[in-house]
Structures are given as C-alpha cells and as structure tokens.
Nanobody
Framework: VQLVESGGGLVQTGGSLRLSCVAS????????MGWFRQAPGKEREFVAA????????YYADSVKGRFTISRDHAKNTVYLQMNSLKPEDTAVYYC??????????????????WGQGTQVTVSS
C-alpha cells in the first residue's frame, strides 16, 4: 500500500486547507485511516481517524469542531478539511492506514502504512 498526501501549504490564522491522501496498491486490505501531525521538536500526535465504512470518526480534542475527516472509497482517498486554523496547527501532516479490521486506532504503532507527509504552516 502506498499513501501520497497533498494539499498542504501556507495559510493565515483563521484560514482553511483541505488535505488529501490517495492510497494505491493493495487497497482492498485497507481498513481504518488516520491523520497525524508532527511539529518540530515534538512527537507525532494523533489528529483524526475514520473507520472503513466512514461511519465512525474520531478527533483529538485540539482539533474537534474545526477539522473534519472523510473518505471516498471510489477514489481510494481520505480527506482532512481544516478550518479556523491556528499557528499551533503548524506541522507536517501524515496520513496512515491499518490492515487490522474492526479497529480505529489513535496510536502511531497501530498503523501499518504511512505517507511521506505534507507541510502545513499557519502564520499569525
């Protein structure tokens, strides 16, 4: 499975961005998908996750109400709509997927495949 993120960039405080992550390869083995982020000098942290069906979504408290995760099976793509961005949202954003069924993980160690990341910078 290969994951490629896009959509990052520079935006002012209060602005919006939509990240995309396209999966290729053995996509039938993909179940839950998640977004994580890593700021300089900090550990990678959970942002959002979505179940295989898309019926269940989970968010970090820091982004709840501002970010929305969704997926399009026909396009093998997961999205992260980010609104009301803050400088503290600045980080490299990574998408990830697990081949374990029936779980929607929030821990990095439970994901099997990762993208290369896309930079999001929010200016104050």
């Amino acid at each position: 499975v290969q994951l490629v993120e896009s959509g990052g960039g520079l935006v002012q405080t209060g602005g919006s961005l939509r990240l995309s992550c396209v999966a290729s390869g053995r996509t039938l083995s993909i179940y839950a998908m998640g977004w994580f982020r890593q700021a300089p000098g900090k550990e990678r942290e959970f942002v959002a996750a979505i179940s295989r069906s898309g019926g269940s979504t989970y968010y970090a408290d820091s982004v709840k109400g501002r970010f929305t995760i969704s997926r399009d099976h026909a396009k093998n793509t997961v999205y992260l709509q980010m609104n009301s961005l803050k400088p503290e949202d600045t980080a490299v954003y990574y998408c990830a997927t697990t081949t374990a069924w029936n779980i929607v993980p929030k821990e990095t160690g439970e994901y099997d495949y990762w993208g290369q990341g896309t930079q999001v910078t929010v200016s104050s």
